[in-house]
Structures are given as structure tokens and as C-alpha cells.
Nanobody
Framework: QVQLVESGGGLVQTGDSLRLSCAAS????????MGWFRQAPGKEREFVASINWIGGNAYYTDSVKGRFTISRDNAKNTVYLQMNSLKPENTAVYYC????????????????????WGQGTQVTVSS
């Protein structure tokens, strides 16, 4: 089992920045690729960003490229999502999730292969 706990969400204004954190405990953190997903009101949960187990091969959904950065610190068992130039359309509950490393390279967008999920943290961007 891997337990994931997100933090860092909040209410900000357009153009502000936030850094989300996801702390992992349980099985070795380095055995998993990590992803961030989000779910806006009335919408399906969607992929935001992901990173492999050694902190490389990061991927982003097109709408956040150049503004969001995913990173991880395996010594701290934590993955981060730095979000800059936030927009109202970024308002959502943000979830971190873990995918076994063997599946990461071809399936980093596949939510069904992420077998551990956090409880989510709310990000609200006001206009």
C-alpha cells in the first residue's frame, strides 16, 4: 500500500502561483511514477502532469505546458506541482496518484493504471 496526502491548495487570484505537494508513505516511493490529475465541477477527472520514478520523462497536458512544473524528491517521498500564471479554468480538485514504474512510459495518462490516489486538494482561482 502507498498512502498519498496532498496539500498546498487554496484560493488565489488570476496570475498567482501555488505549489502543491503530495507526501507518500508505505511502499518504496521510488518504485512508482507519479501523476497529478484534476477534476473541475461537472467535469470528468483529467490528466495534468506526470513524472517517472527518477524524476525524468515528465509529461503535461497541453493547457498547462510552460506554466506548470512537476518534480519529485525521492529522499522526502514527495512529488510537487508548481503552478504559475494560474487561470480561473485551473479551478479544480487536484489529485496525486501513483502508477507502478513498469507501466509509466506508455500509460502515464491512463487513470485506471494508477492504483493509489490521494484525497485531493482544492484549487480555486478567482478572476
Amino acid at each position: 500500500q502507498v498512502q498519498l496526502v496532498e496539500s498546498g491548495g487554496g484560493l488565489v487570484q488570476t496570475g498567482d502561483s501555488l505549489r502543491l505537494s503530495c507526501a507518500a508513505s508505505g511502499r518504496p516511493f521510488s518504485g512508482y511514477g507519479m501523476g497529478w490529475f484534476r477534476q473541475a465541477p461537472g467535469k470528468e477527472r483529467e490528466f495534468v502532469a506526470s513524472i517517472n520514478w527518477i524524476g525524468g520523462n515528465a509529461y503535461y497536458t497541453d493547457s498547462v505546458k510552460g506554466r506548470f512544473t512537476i518534480s519529485r524528491d525521492n529522499a522526502k517521498n514527495t512529488v510537487y506541482l508548481q503552478m504559475n500564471s494560474l487561470k480561473p479554468e485551473n479551478t479544480a480538485v487536484y489529485y496525486c496518484a501513483a502508477i507502478p514504474s513498469m507501466y509509466y512510459s506508455r500509460n502515464y495518462r491512463s487513470q485506471n493504471l494508477y492504483n493509489y490516489w490521494g484525497q485531493g486538494t482544492q484549487v480555486t482561482v478567482s478572476s
